[in-house]
């Protein structure tokens, strides 16, 4: 395994550095990594949807668009996040026990007794400190997860946008009660600190080699991209030219679709959501096109949305 500890905060390089790596090494590979003030938001989300933009744009935080799926989180210097990326060979898609495996044992190591939660969240005495969200492509995983050290909960609740169905399934009022930092459970240890043990834990674990970034000019690319207005708002047509919204929360997320119909045929249809899911979420919304709701084609959408049945898509389709 190779590591890599990136020293720069601006999230739309560290992104590209993730998916470049991803892309173009056959490594299995392991980084720690920061970012200034910035909600990174699911590769399905609507960004107008999940963020205070008013509130962003006023508190200086940047907003950026991952390639995984999944719901929006907050990053500061008080959070740190993590990767892994490896081939789908040694590790199955989706599957977040493997991944989180070694922070839950890096953290008991420190004394904190973890475990992962519900579909992607890991818990410490009933307060969510890490949400992970895992891309697949080319025979590759890309696994990254949050570690709230001491990040600012007041912040961080002043510019998401909660769901509050997500909230009632887990019967708390508010997400800042939902989230909990590890600094308290961590007398007298720094965010650096902390770093630097989770590092150690993992490096002895794995017999990890550091590595250096590479100097290429795609990653530049990839970064102009993950910071261009395209990228990161890339549905606000939402707002705009759909007539039609169904919603509705799952045990495996919520899924939006926003519909524009002519008569009971679908003209054009985009899907969102805090969802997972092992394909691009297009291919699914492309094969919906032009089809009529009373006689939809038989689709399995599970790659596009992990654990939703067709007969589950055609009842949302359809309001019923």
Avoid at 176 to 198: E, M, Q
Avoid at 209 to 225: H, V
Wanted: aromatic share 8%; charged share 25%.
């Amino acid at each position: 395994m190779k590591y890599l500890r990136l020293t720069t905060t601006d999230p739309y390089y560290n992104l590209a550095v993730e998916e470049y790596l991803l892309r173009h090494t056959q490594d299995d590979i392991f980084m720690l990594w920061q970012n200034e003030k910035t909600v990174v938001i699911g590769k399905n989300q609507n960004a107008y949807a999940e963020v205070d933009l008013d509130a962003a744009r006023d508190l200086g935080i940047r907003i950026a668009r991952r390639i995984s799926g999944g719901g929006a989180v907050y990053h500061d210097m008080g959070n740190v996040n993590y990767t892994f990326i490896t081939s789908s060979e040694k590790a199955t898609a989706l599957d977040y026990a493997y991944f989180t495996r070694p922070i839950l044992d890096a953290l008991a190591s420190l004394g904190v007794n973890a475990e992962l939660s519900g579909r992607n969240d890991l818990e410490c005495a009933g307060k969510k400190f890490s949400g992970n969200a895992q891309y697949t492509g080319d025979g590759r995983i890309l696994h990254h997860g949050t570690l709230l050290f001491n990040t600012d909960a007041e912040m961080m609740s002043r510019v998401l946008r909660v769901d509050k169905e997500k909230l009632s399934f887990r019967a708390v009022k508010s997400h800042k009660a939902r989230v909990g930092n590890l600094a308290p459970l961590l007398s007298g240890i720094t965010v650096g600190d902390f770093i630097d043990r989770i590092e150690a834990h993992v490096l002895t674990a794995t017999d990890a080699e550091r590595m250096d970034i590479p100097e290429n000019k795609d990653i530049e690319a990839l970064r102009a991209r993950n910071a261009s207005d395209e990228w990161i708002f890339s549905r606000k047509r939402y707002l705009m030219r759909y007539s039609v919204q169904r919603r509705k929360k799952y045990p495996f997320g919520i899924v939006s679709l926003d519909l524009s119909l002519a008569g009971d045929v679908i003209e054009e249809v985009v899907i969102s959501g805090d969802f997972f899911g092992t394909r691009p979420i297009s291919v699914l919304e492309d094969a919906l096109h032009g089809q009529s709701l009373t006689a939809l084609p038989d689709i399995d959408p599970s790659p596009y949305i992990a654990g939703m049945t067709m007969e589950e898509l055609a009842s949302l389709l359809k309001d019923n």
